[in-house]
């Protein structure tokens, strides 16, 4: 069982930089998949992030296309977290950010078996 606790979420204005930390309770961290999600109001949840592991200590990331160059995550195992550094931030960017995680033996591409309670990000123009 993994709990997941964001926290980093605010009010900032276009332009702007938020860092989002994803705190993981449980075992095993370090193998597990974890991946950053946003829903904006009246919209379906989209990935926005996500970070993969490979085996040993290689892990692979990949982003949705519109926040590439903008967006970076990243992950502490010492500390049981991920992060999403967020810059240049865009009034489109609002939304609720969730973490999630999923065991390792799941493919990139299958659904997360954990969620976070999510953090509100609120860009102003």
């Known amino acids: 069982q993994v709990q997941l606790v964001e926290s980093g979420g605010g009010l900032v204005q276009a332009g702007g930089s938020l860092r989002l930390s994803c705190l993981a309770s449980?075992?095993?961290?370090?193998?597990?998949?974890m991946g950053w999600f946003r829903q904006a109001p009246g919209k379906e949840r989209e990935s926005v992030a996500g970070?993969?592991?490979?085996?040993?200590?290689?892990?692979?990331?990949d982003y949705t296309e519109s926040v590439k160059g903008r967006f970076t995550i990243s992950r502490d195992n010492a500390k049981n977290t991920v992060y999403l550094q967020m810059n240049s931030l865009k009034p489109e960017d609002t939304a609720v950010y969730y973490c999630?995680?999923?065991?390792?033996?799941?493919?990139?591409?299958?659904?997360?078996?954990?969620w976070g309670q999510g953090t509100q990000v609120t860009v102003s123009s």
């Open positions: 999630a995680a999923k065991s390792p033996w799941r493919s990139i591409t299958s659904a997360y078996d954990y």
């Open positions: 449980g075992r095993s961290f370090s193998t597990h998949h």
């Open positions: 970070i993969y592991w490979k085996g040993g200590t290689t892990y692979s990331t």
